[in-house]
Protein backbone atom coordinates (compact mmCIF):
# COMPACT_ATOMS: atom_id res chain seq x y z
CA UNK A 1 0.00 0.00 0.00
CA UNK A 2 1.54 3.57 -0.96
CA UNK A 3 2.15 5.99 2.23
CA UNK A 4 2.70 9.14 1.41
CA UNK A 5 4.25 11.87 3.67
CA UNK A 6 4.19 15.15 3.24
CA UNK A 7 6.33 18.16 4.15
CA UNK A 8 7.91 21.26 4.00
CA UNK A 9 4.97 23.69 5.50
CA UNK A 10 5.65 26.24 8.17
CA UNK A 11 4.91 30.04 8.92
CA UNK A 12 5.84 32.37 6.31
CA UNK A 13 4.77 36.17 5.90
CA UNK A 14 2.80 37.39 3.10
CA UNK A 15 4.27 37.71 -0.14
CA UNK A 16 6.86 34.64 0.68
CA UNK A 17 7.57 31.40 -0.38
CA UNK A 18 7.43 27.86 0.42
CA UNK A 19 7.99 24.55 -1.19
CA UNK A 20 6.06 21.51 0.01
CA UNK A 21 7.21 17.72 -0.68
CA UNK A 22 5.26 14.86 -1.11
CA UNK A 23 7.01 11.41 -0.64
CA UNK A 24 5.58 8.05 -1.53
CA UNK A 25 6.20 4.85 -0.14
CA UNK A 26 5.66 2.56 -3.57
CA UNK A 27 6.26 3.45 -7.08
CA UNK A 28 2.44 2.48 -8.43
CA UNK A 29 1.34 6.26 -8.20
CA UNK A 30 3.99 6.95 -10.68
CA UNK A 31 1.16 5.75 -13.33
CA UNK A 32 -1.38 8.16 -11.47
CA UNK A 33 -2.25 11.74 -11.81
CA UNK A 34 -1.31 12.90 -8.12
CA UNK A 35 -2.49 16.40 -7.17
CA UNK A 36 -2.07 18.34 -3.65
CA UNK A 37 -5.00 19.18 -1.57
CA UNK A 38 -5.50 22.03 1.16
CA UNK A 39 -8.26 22.06 4.03
CA UNK A 40 -8.85 25.09 5.78
CA UNK A 41 -10.33 25.18 8.61
CA UNK A 42 -14.40 24.63 8.80
CA UNK A 43 -13.78 23.94 5.81
CA UNK A 44 -13.85 21.15 3.10
CA UNK A 45 -10.73 19.65 1.67
CA UNK A 46 -9.86 21.12 -1.81
CA UNK A 47 -7.70 19.73 -5.02
CA UNK A 48 -5.63 23.33 -5.49
CA UNK A 49 -3.08 21.64 -8.35
CA UNK A 50 -2.61 18.19 -10.26
CA UNK A 51 -0.05 16.73 -12.40
CA UNK A 52 -0.56 13.63 -14.76
CA UNK A 53 1.88 10.71 -15.41
CA UNK A 54 2.65 12.55 -18.47
CA UNK A 55 3.44 15.95 -16.73
CA UNK A 56 0.53 18.17 -17.78
CA UNK A 57 -0.46 20.34 -14.91
CA UNK A 58 -3.50 21.81 -13.89
CA UNK A 59 -4.80 24.83 -11.29
CA UNK A 60 -7.74 25.74 -9.20
CA UNK A 61 -8.15 29.61 -10.26
CA UNK A 62 -7.33 30.85 -6.71
CA UNK A 63 -3.50 29.76 -6.70
CA UNK A 64 -3.29 29.85 -10.76
CA UNK A 65 -0.37 31.70 -11.66
CA UNK A 66 1.19 31.56 -8.17
CA UNK A 67 1.90 27.81 -7.40
CA UNK A 68 3.91 25.19 -9.65
CA UNK A 69 3.36 21.44 -8.94
CA UNK A 70 6.39 19.25 -10.44
CA UNK A 71 6.95 15.22 -9.70
CA UNK A 72 9.63 13.12 -10.21
CA UNK A 73 8.70 9.50 -10.81
CA UNK A 74 11.89 8.39 -10.20
CA UNK A 75 12.40 9.31 -6.99
CA UNK A 76 8.25 8.90 -6.00
CA UNK A 77 8.59 13.08 -5.44
CA UNK A 78 5.86 15.16 -5.48
CA UNK A 79 6.53 19.05 -5.35
CA UNK A 80 4.41 22.08 -4.68
CA UNK A 81 6.11 25.59 -5.50
CA UNK A 82 4.15 28.17 -3.46
CA UNK A 83 4.89 31.50 -4.24
CA UNK A 84 3.41 35.44 -3.01
CA UNK A 85 1.54 33.29 -0.42
CA UNK A 86 -1.97 35.15 0.83
CA UNK A 87 -3.16 34.74 4.57
CA UNK A 88 -6.13 32.47 2.57
CA UNK A 89 -3.64 29.84 1.36
CA UNK A 90 -3.56 29.24 5.27
CA UNK A 91 -4.24 25.27 5.68
CA UNK A 92 -2.95 21.41 6.24
CA UNK A 93 -1.77 20.52 2.67
CA UNK A 94 -1.60 17.07 1.67
CA UNK A 95 -0.91 14.79 -1.59
CA UNK A 96 -2.67 11.96 -2.90
CA UNK A 97 -3.73 10.95 -6.74
CA UNK A 98 -6.19 13.20 -8.28
CA UNK A 99 -7.50 14.85 -11.47
CA UNK A 100 -10.36 16.01 -13.29
CA UNK A 101 -10.87 12.09 -13.69
CA UNK A 102 -9.85 10.66 -10.63
CA UNK A 103 -10.27 11.30 -6.51
CA UNK A 104 -8.04 10.61 -4.05
CA UNK A 105 -7.37 6.60 -3.56
CA UNK A 106 -4.27 6.12 -1.79
CA UNK A 107 -4.60 6.88 2.30
CA UNK A 108 -4.31 10.47 3.59
CA UNK A 109 -0.81 11.26 4.95
CA UNK A 110 -0.60 13.32 8.04
CA UNK A 111 -0.24 16.25 5.72
CA UNK A 112 1.47 19.81 6.20
CA UNK A 113 0.59 22.96 7.74
CA UNK A 114 0.82 26.15 5.70
CA UNK A 115 0.52 29.16 7.94
CA UNK A 116 0.67 32.77 6.18
CA UNK A 117 0.47 35.51 8.71
CA UNK A 118 -0.86 39.35 7.35
Not at 48 to 69: D, W
Not at 81 to 109: F, H, R
Request: aromatic share 10%; net charge positive; hydrophobic share 35%.
Amino acid sequence: QVQLVESGGGLVQAGGSLRLSCAASGNIFSINAMGWYRQAPGEQRELVAFITSGGSTNYAGSVKGRFTISRDNAKNMVYLQMNSLKPEDTAVYYCNSGSSYIGPIYKWGQGTQVTVSS
